[in-house]
C-alpha cells in the first residue's frame, strides 16, 4: 500500500511522538494525528502553544497557572489538568486552587448578578451592577487571600473565555485603578485563546481597545498607539456587543 504525499511514514511518525513527548512529557491524541497528517501544522501549533503557554513571559508561573486553572474551570475543561499539578508545583495552594474554581463559578453566575440589578434594584437602590458584582470577589479575596492582581488577571482571562464583555471591561478598567502593568493584562487574556477559543480572544482585545480609544482607561503612549489604528479587519468593522 502507498502513502498519501502528506502522509508520514510510520518512523517518521513515532520520531515525531518522541520529541512530542520529550518536549511535553505527555501525549495528546491531536499530537499523534497531526504527526501522521499534518506535520506542518503540527510543528506551527507546537510553536504557538509554546510560545503561548510553554515559555516564560512577564507573569510569574503561578500566577500565570492560576490563570489557566480560572479558564479551564469556566470552561469546564478536564483535558488540561497538568495545569493543576504546575500550579501547585509552583507554590500555589490547594485553596487557591479552590479559589480558581469559585471565581470561575461567579463569572458563569454573573447573568444572575445582573438579573438582581435589573429587576430588584428598585426595591434595594442600593444594588448596583458593578460594586455587587465586585463586592461578591473581594469577600472571596478576604476569606482566600488572594490579590487584587491575580484577581483581575484571572477574571479577564474567564470572562474573555466566556464572552462576559460587560465584565471584562470592568475588570481592565479595575486593574487598570489597581496599576497592573498592561503586559500582564495582555499576556492573561491571551491564555484565553486555545480554551476559549480564538474568536473569543480577538473580540476580548477589542473590548480593550475601544476601551482605550474611548478614553476609559488611561493607557501607555504604545497601547493607545495601537487602540487608534485601523483595525477593523476586512469586513470593515468589529463589534463584539453587535
Known sequence: ????????????????????????????????????????LL??????YSALTLNQ??????EKEFIWLGILAAREEYLATQHVTKFLDAGGSAIEVKTAAQLAAIARGTDSLTFAVQYWHDQVPEIDGSSFYLDTLLKLTDETGITLSRLHLAMIAIHTSLQNWLELKWH????????????????????SMFTGSIPFFIEGCEVWRSMIADGE????????????????GPSGSLNPDG
Open 57 to 62: 513571559r512577564q507573569l510569574q508561573t503561578v
Open 1 to 40: 500500500m502507498t502513502h498519501e504525499k502528506n502522509v508520514a511514514t510510520a518512523a517518521d511518525f513515532a520520531k515525531r511522538l518522541e520529541e512530542i513527548k520529550a518536549k511535553r512529557g505527555y501525549l495528546m491524541p491531536h499530537h499523534g494525528l497531526l504527526a501522521l497528517t499534518a506535520p506542518e
Open 172 to 191: 481592565i478598567a479595575w486593574a487598570y485603578d489597581e496599576e497592573i502593568s498592561e503586559e500582564h493584562i495582555a499576556e492573561a487574556m491571551s491564555y
Open 43 to 48: 510543528a506551527g501549533y507546537d510553536a504557538c
Open 217 to 232: 482607561v488611561k493607557a501607555s503612549e504604545a497601547f493607545h498607539l495601537w487602540a487608534t489604528i485601523d483595525q477593523s
